[in-house]
């Protein structure tokens, strides 16, 4: 390799500690991913030396960065309007740009996450970082909507997790909700009240 045979010129400009570790592990990188983005940080030559790591390290995070850009909505905003959540968006998707990941290009293969809505972890399939992110952000404003009394639950949801929570008073623009509000019409128009009560739902799982 050119960094072993060149290593004198090469510790000019990497950080010849960190190039080692990451070169011990194979394809592991995850486990020094310190080192890894030290290396990738440190000059032009390191991010062509981490490309394919720093790669693998970025999206094995990305479940943690796209969990602080969904508290980040939760905890600061007052409301959930259209301009937020198109901002959000768009620096999530240059947060993954310079983590060397295009947001949307498919996974090798899609995957299976789990998204909390309404405090349950629900398992989805997802086909890119931007599909993950929009599926995170649209379980927890979802979620947010039925406790603010903005949207209606599916059947009988509130009974199987134990309720409600608080209302809080914050406002959801109507366009963040119209596909949904839609969706879950439709789905009560073909399941009767009677039907659709906790303990049928619970025989039919």
């Given amino acids: 390799m050119l960094v072993e045979t060149n290593k004198e010129s090469a510790s000019l ?31 032009a030559i390191g991010r ?9 390290v970025s999206l094995e995070k990305m479940s943690a960065v796209i969990d602080g ?12 309007t259209a301009a937020l959540l198109e901002a959000s968006r768009e ?4 947060e993954m740009q310079r ?11 899609p995957k ?12 989805v399939i997802c086909t890119s970082p931007l599909d993950q992110y929009n599926l995170r952000v649209a379980a927890w404003i979802r979620g947010l909507a039925v406790d603010e ?14 309720g ?24 009560h128009d073909i399941l009767s009240v009677v039907e659709a009560t906790g303990p049928n739902i619970e025989d039919v799982i």
Avoid at 171 to 182: D, F, G, H, N
Wanted: net charge neutral; charged share 25%; hydrophobic share 45%.
């Fill in 91 to 94: 620096e999530f998707v240059h």
């Fill in 164 to 187: 409600t929570a608080a209302k809080t008073g914050r406002v959801i623009e109507a366009p963040a909700l119209s596909a949904c509000r839609s969706f879950r019409d439709s789905c």
């Fill in 149 to 162: 009394q903005l949207l209606i639950p599916l059947w009988c949801e509130s009974e199987l997790i134990g």
């Fill in 99 to 109: 983590r060397c990941t295009d947001a949307t290009k498919a996974f090798d293969q």
């Fill in 48 to 56: 062509a030396l981490m490309e394919k790591a720093m790669r693998q």
């Fill in 13 to 43: 400009v990497l950080p010849h500690v960190s190039v080692d570790a990451a070169m011990s592990v194979q394809d592991k990188w995850s486990s020094v991913a310190d080192h890894v983005e030290a290396v990738w940080n440190s000059s």
């Fill in 69 to 80: 850009f969904v508290s980040k909505m939760r905890m600061g905003a007052t409301g959930v």
């Fill in 112 to 123: 299976e996450i789990e998204c909390l809505y309404r405090g349950v972890a629900v398992r």
